[in-house]
């Protein structure tokens, strides 16, 4: 069977014609495998839902038990057949529950591997390459200028800051799901044990990966009222990045700006945000990972989504791999 019969885009999202379900598809469909909780790759609103666990309650959490007619949990490693096509649901690396989505039909074999990372993150599983005929990858920072650095010495800069700046709060962006979380395990990792404060966005979310087994160590509300400015002095705040635009973050004592995002490797961009301390931290992975990903997968073709798609697809001819760009619409790549 050839690779684009078993999986093409449509409009909705990637699309499996013989199984006749959809890949994280950004309109209501009737039948949905959806990767990972991001906003732009699982929505509500779709007839059946199949997902891990893990990504499903999320989805309850964000949209409302009633996020789709009915759902399937997805356990990692097993095969469920649908409409007769093989699929079955692997570790991405990306946040808690994130899987790629291998689908096997007709000695075909292709694998979506939704967003992921390489690097070791203390909140979710690690991603495990799949062989597979076909590997569709992100490119989010497909660009060999983008090398994100350990995510432990962003953290102990975060940390130092504070140390040298006592009276200041410092205020962390971070995306409510996944990111948020993360930074704080390796805030903790890092021996740092006072209360983080967190904006009331992430509180669902950070208790939901407390149950799930992430010790996020003692969180408190990051509520400002007359007369407490004085407790975030030196103080680590995260939120969400929306929030760092509004009133809300302006009445935090002397704040230091901080970011904790992928694009601050790009100065320009921090500047432009008005970021005084930027974390390169990214639950994406970066120009070295992507390369030894599509190495790993065997994959004798890769198509290429939501990025730099160019560069990938040019490293990939000049290695012997077919390449294509593979034009999706709709991902806005909630979590980068
Ligand atoms: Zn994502």
Same mark, same amino acid.
């Given at each position: 069977m050839r690779a684009k019969d078993l999986l093409h885009p449509r409009p909705e999202g990637l699309y499996c014609p013989p199984g006749d379900f959809f890949i994280d598809p950004v309109r209501p469909v009737d039948r949905a495998l959806i990767t990972h909780g991001h906003s732009d790759h699982a929505r509500s609103g779709h007839a059946h839902v199949m997902a891990t666990d893990q990504t499903l309650q999320i989805m309850a959490l964000r949209y409302g038990e009633n996020f789709a007619?009915?759902?399937?949990? /997805?356990?990692?490693?097993?095969?469920?057949? $649908?409409?007769?096509?093989?699929?079955?649901?692997?570790?991405?690396? %990306?946040?808690?529950?994130?899987?790629?989505?291998? #689908?096997? %039909?007709?000695?075909?074999?292709? $694998? /979506?591997?939704?967003?992921?990372?390489?690097? =070791?993150?203390?909140?979710?599983?690690?991603? !495990?390459? +799949?062989?597979?005929? #076909?590997?569709?990858?992100?490119?989010?920072?497909? *660009?060999?200028?983008?090398? %994100? &650095? &350990?995510?432990?010495?962003?953290?102990?800069?975060?940390?130092?800051? !504070?140390?040298?700046?006592?009276?200041?709060? %410092?205020?962390?962006?971070a995306y409510a799901l996944g990111k948020a979380q993360r #930074?704080?395990?390796? $805030?903790?990792?890092?021996?740092?044990?006072? &209360?983080?404060? +967190?904006?009331?966005? *992430?509180?669902?979310?950070?208790?939901?990966?407390?149950?799930?087994?992430? =010790? *996020?160590?003692? *969180?408190?509300?990051? !509520?400002?009222?007359?007369?407490?400015?004085?407790?975030? =002095?030196g103080a680590i705040v995260v939120g969400p990045p929306s929030a760092f635009a509004d009133r809300w973050a302006r009445r935090f004592p002397d704040p230091v700006a901080s970011f904790a995002s992928g694009w601050m490797r790009i100065r320009q961009r921090a500047k432009q945000r008005g970021v005084e301390l930027p974390l390169i931290i990214s639950d994406h992975s970066d120009w070295d990972e992507l390369i030894e990903t599509i190495a790993e997968t065997g994959a004798s073709e890769v198509w290429v989504t939501h990025g730099r798609e160019e560069a990938l697809v040019r490293w990939c001819e000049i290695n012997g791999i077919r390449a294509q760009p593979l034009h999706l619409v709709g991902y806005e790549d909630e979590g980068d």
């Open positions: 007619g009915a759902t399937q949990v /997805a356990k990692l490693g097993e095969v469920i057949e $649908v409409n007769g096509v093989k699929v079955s649901f692997h570790p991405a690396g %990306h946040v808690l529950g994130s899987a790629q989505i291998l #689908v096997e %039909h007709k000695d075909c074999r292709i $694998v /979506a591997s939704g967003d992921y990372k390489r690097r =070791a993150d203390p909140t979710c599983l690690s991603f !495990t390459p +799949i062989s597979c005929d #076909v590997f569709i990858t992100e490119a989010t920072f497909g *660009l060999p200028v983008f090398r %994100h &650095p &350990p995510d432990t010495e962003e953290v102990a800069r975060l940390i130092k800051s !504070t140390e040298q700046f006592p009276e200041r709060a %410092h205020l962390v962006g #930074v704080i395990r390796l $805030v903790r990792d890092a021996g740092y044990d006072r &209360p983080i404060y +967190i904006h009331g966005a *992430l509180a669902k979310l950070s208790r939901f990966y407390e149950e799930q087994g992430v =010790a *996020l160590g003692e *969180l408190l509300p990051a !509520t400002l009222e007359k007369g407490n400015k004085g407790d975030f =002095a």
